[in-house]
């Protein structure tokens, strides 16, 4: 069992940024792929980023690449979520995810993931 917290949410103005954090308790993250979703209210809970175990591959959904950057600290088990040049379309609660499968590249479905954060809440205003 892990349990993992998100914190880093808050209300931003767009452009601006915001670094989300998820930390991990009752095993080590470094057994995990962790991945970050998003659900704006009324929507589908969304894919945003993901990484592997050892931080190597890390994919993005293309709504977000070029502008967030998904990293780990596994001493710190810690997963981050660097989100730069932020719009209100970026307006969402953000979770962060952990998935035991072993495969080399994390997944991109949400059925996929094992155990899930509470959300933070991101609000960009325009």
């Known amino acids: 069992q892990v349990q993992l917290v998100e914190s880093g949410g808050g209300f931003v103005q767009a452009g601006g940024s915001l670094r989300l954090s998820c930390a991990a308790s009752g095993r080590m993250l470094s057994s995990f792929a962790m991945g970050w979703f998003r659900q704006a209210p009324g929507k589908e809970r969304e894919f945003v980023a993901a990484?592997?175990?050892?931080?190597?591959?890390?994919p993005y959904a293309d709504s977000v690449k070029g502008r967030f950057t998904i990293s780990r600290d596994n001493a710190k088990n810690t997963v981050y979520l660097q989100m730069n040049s932020l719009k209100p379309e970026d307006t969402a609660v953000y979770y962060c995810?952990?998935?035991?499968?072993?495969?080399?590249?994390?997944?991109?479905?949400?059925?996929?993931?094992?155990?899930w954060g509470q959300g933070t809440q991101v609000t960009v205003s325009s």
């Open positions: 995810a952990a998935d035991m499968t072993t495969g080399s590249v994390p997944p991109r479905g949400k059925y996929a993931y094992d155990y």
């Open positions: 990484i592997n175990r050892i931080g190597g591959i890390t």
